[in-house]
């Protein structure tokens, strides 16, 4: 009796250990949820877009005319279109066969692969739904047109593609800015194209290989400060980049015990250097810290269509009270 009773007391609190995790992961994933950085929100984009041989800039610009680069509301709910049909960052409409809607909600990776498919679908309506661009080649921007129109409905006088193309050439502070040639709408005959169609001029193109790694200086900043006070911290980026206000993020690490923990992230303002010869990006943040103790600064080039990623060396700050 004795045996069989603490087999029932063990097969109840393992039954209760197995309810609390159910609940506890249904509670996660319940809400609320928040949207990522925008820096990692373009690595993921970027991330996405090379893997299926699309440039990487109109995955950027078309995720910015969906969503705004949001996968939940302000709320932290899933992100639904104003036609109740569109969901998160891709604003994914008609839902692949195969496609987790639930996880479609909840995951922007997922949401993001599902979206980037798609548009690779769209690519692959030519030749039979609209023609080929120019030789038909991926890596350049301008014979995408077509399949960027599609991704939205390939309907008459669509002016969906013309928005992506305007995004792109913008770049929204978050990526380098690519002034890209649409199709002319005097080549379209009654809203559509007709064959053969040449690639737009002048033409842009991307290498799925990036450009070597920069290097970036050891951060310039106070070596002592208060709590709340205003300091500045700077360092360059070479070769000189092109990239908008996000190109370079500030990681800031606080020593807790024997560790370093991630407290911040901040994007920095960039500014080419000047003079002849000149082939240096100067960045700069000016920050505060409300907590004492010992920090550590990193630089760090995020991954983009246009470079790979780097990180500079640590300076070292202590904040006192």
């Not at 610009?61 to 932290?76: L, V, Y």
């Not at 360092?235 to 370093?260: C, D, M, Q």
Request: glycine share 8%; charged share 20%.
């Amino acid at each position: 009796m004795h045996v069989r009773n603490a087999a029932l007391r063990a097969a109840a609190l393992a039954a209760v250990a197995l309810l609390a995790a159910v609940l506890a992961a249904q509670s996660a994933a319940a809400g609320p949820y928040a949207n990522p950085s925008p820096s990692e929100i373009r690595a993921k984009l970027q991330s996405a877009a090379a893997a299926r041989s699309i440039p990487p800039k109109i995955l950027y610009g078309i995720a910015w005319q969906e969503s705004t680069w949001r996968q939940f509301d302000a709320n932290g709910d899933p992100l639904i279109g104003y036609d109740g049909k569109g969901i998160g960052i891709m604003q994914v409409t008609t839902i692949p066969a195969g496609v987790d809607v639930e996880r479609l909600k909840t995951d922007i990776d997922y949401n993001i692969a599902v979206g980037a498919d798609i548009l690779v679908v769209k690519w692959g309506y030519a030749p039979s739904v609209f023609p080929v661009i120019g030789d038909g080649d991926p890596r350049c921007y301008e014979n995408w047109f077509f399949a960027v129109w599609a991704y939205n409905g390939w309907v008459r006088g669509n002016p969906y593609p013309y928005r992506i193309w305007q995004h792109v050439a913008d770049g929204r502070g978050l990526w380098t800015g690519l002034a890209l040639t649409p199709v002319p709408e005097a080549w379209l005959v009654s809203g559509f194209p007709v064959p053969p169609v040449s690639t737009p001029q002048p033409a842009h193109w991307w290498s799925p290989t990036p450009r070597p790694q920069p290097v970036l200086s050891v951060p310039r900043v106070q070596k002592r400060v208060k709590v709340g006070d205003r300091f500045t911290a700077s360092g360059t980026l070479s070769p000189r980049h092109e990239a908008g206000v996000h190109s370079v993020e500030l990681r800031l690490y606080r020593k807790n015990g024997s560790r370093w923990v991630l407290r911040r992230t901040a994007p920095t303002t960039n500014r080419d250097a000047g003079g002849v010869g000149a082939d240096l990006t100067r960045w700069a943040r000016t920050l505060t810290l409300g907590k004492a103790g010992r920090w550590k600064l990193v630089a760090y080039a995020l991954p983009d269509a246009d470079h790979a990623a780097a990180t500079s060396k640590a300076a070292h700050v202590t904040v006192v009270r």
